[in-house]
Each structure stands twice: as structure tokens, then as C-alpha cells.
């Protein structure tokens, strides 16, 4: 199936057959992908059968299966440039832009 806009129910019964195939390609039987995933046996087939899941459920039959691929996909590229330390380089640039200026009597000229 495409990457069009698909709605929930199509993108869970889609998760649901790649969990399926690929436990069945490991050869484990749905309560053993349970145990290993520290999962009911109910929510195992819940997730087999699109019928929703929660993130939860997802999340540790994904690694059970050693698909966590899965998940980095989903996660947030890590920042190249810490966001703290741009501030820092800021604030110090500021800083050293900033020149002391005395603002006191003149000097005499002592020429």
C-alpha cells in the first residue's frame, strides 16, 4: 500500500500485517511473541488485527521482533549543533561586542 493519506484504521491494519508477517517469519506463535514482548496474548492479536493498539504495545512487540529500525525512523534527528551551546556562543559574542565606556571628567591634556 502507498503512503497516500491513509486514515487510522488503514494505517493500523497495515502495522498490524508487517507485525504479523514478520512474527510469523521468526516462527513464533502470537503467545510466545507476548512473553517476549511482555504483552497480553490479547493484545498481541489486537495489534495483528489493526484493531488498535496503544504506543505502549507497539513499542515492545517492535523490539521483541528486533525491528527497533522501526522506531528510529519515527524518532527526531538528534541536533547536529546543541541548541544550549548556540545560546552560549550568542551571549559571549554580546558580551565581547559590548566595549566598557567610562563616562567621567575629561581628560586634561598634560602636553
Known amino acids: ?13 497495515q502495522i498490524g500485517r508487517a507485525v504479523r508477517e514478520l512474527r510469523q517469519r521468526a516462527e ?4 510466545e511473541l507476548a512473553e517476549r514482548s511482555n504483552v497480553s496474548l490479547s493484545a498481541v ?6 484493531k488498535g493498539s496503544s504506543l505502549s504495545t507497539l513499542v515492545r512487540v ?4 528486533d525491528r527497533s529500525s522501526w522506531l528510529e525512523d519515527l524518532a ?5 549543533v546543541s541548541p544550549i551551546a548556540l545560546l552560549r556562543e550568542r551571549r559571549d559574542l554580546e558580551a565581547r561586542g ?3 565606556v567610562r563616562h567621567g571628567a575629561p581628560r586634561k591634556d598634560t602636553t
Request: hydrophobic content about 30%.
Open 28 to 31: 513464533l506463535t502470537q503467545a
Open 62 to 65: 517492535v523490539r521483541a521482533l
Open 45 to 50: 492479536r489486537y495489534l495483528e488485527a489493526g
Open 1 to 13: 500500500m502507498e503512503s497516500r493519506q491513509l486514515k487510522t484504521t488503514e494505517w493500523e491494519q
Open 76 to 80: 527526531p534527528p538528534e541536533p547536529t
Open 98 to 100: 559590548r566595549r566598557r
